[in-house]
């Protein structure tokens, strides 16, 4: 049997990244011995989804795989993220790694950017939802026993939507023109329990706040509305 081809997963804390790394971690031909997940270093949290650093540990420690991160500073410029990004790259291709993955789904730019930046390190790339149906993602990942809820919406799903759970109701609640799996950037999540973990993630849901990010156009500001995730001691099978 040939060897399996070493795989580091790009991690985002997500319902999207969780579903990916679900289907990868089937495929017999691949071996995920590795997570990476970027971090805002002055916020200590994950990029556009906030998951704060002690949390994002408990729940890449929950997977039971190595996992490392990428200390991103605040407002970087390209040059200072592909710089950071490069840097652990090269460390983890010494270390016998051939595939980079992604869960991303629709964004054609970024998966020409991450194609274009691994194979300038001779590295290959696996996008495992790539272009599929939001809608049957969305039900697979539910079905599948995943657990998540929205810690980032746009302005045009509010505040009401932070914290909700990510369930068959959730979906019949989104406004039209709103992608089930928020591929448009309308909201990101938080996965806490399922399949790919030894044991679910214990928190508690803090405050709401509303920031705003200038918009890539330059048309003026974006504003995002933000749950934060309070950490808990985790729960655990083996406990008494």
């Excluded at 930046?117 to 993602?137: I, S």
């Excluded at 329990?193 to 918009?215: A, H, M, N, T, V």
Aim: include cysteine; proline fraction near 5%.
């Amino acid at each position: 049997m040939p060897d399996k081809k070493k795989v580091v997963f790009h991690w985002s804390s997500g319902k999207d990244s969780a579903l990916a790394l679900f289907r990868l971690l089937q495929k017999k031909e691949f071996q995920v011995d590795q997570l990476l997940t970027t971090i805002n270093e002055h916020y200590q949290r994950v990029t556009m989804h906030g998951t704060p650093y002690p949390i994002l540990q408990r729940q890449l420690d929950a997977t039971g795989i190595d996992w490392s991160t990428v200390s991103i500073p605040k407002e970087a410029s390209m040059d200072i993220y592909e710089e950071r990004m490069n840097r652990v790259m090269s460390r983890v291709k010494e270390n016998g790694y051939t595939y980079s993955a992604y869960g991303d789904i629709f964004l054609a730019d970024l998966k020409k950017y991450r194609e274009s930046e691994m194979e300038k390190m001779g590295m290959k790339t696996v996008f495992p939802l790539w272009q599929e149906d939001t809608r049957m993602l969305i039900d697979e990942f539910i079905d599948s026993g995943f657990k998540a809820i929205v810690v980032c919406a746009n302005d045009t799903l509010g505040k009401k939507f932070l914290g909700r759970e990510i369930d068959h109701s959730f979906i019949a609640d989104l406004p039209n023109g709103i992608d089930p799996c928020g591929e448009n950037g309308e909201f990101h999540t938080f996965c806490y329990d399922g399949p790919i973990f030894k044991q679910p993630i214990q928190f508690q849901l803090g405050e709401k706040i509303k920031r705003s990010y200038p918009d890539p156009s330059g048309k003026g500001l974006m504003d995002f509305w933000f749950i934060d995730i309070i950490d808990l001691e985790p729960f655990s099978k083996n406990k008494g």
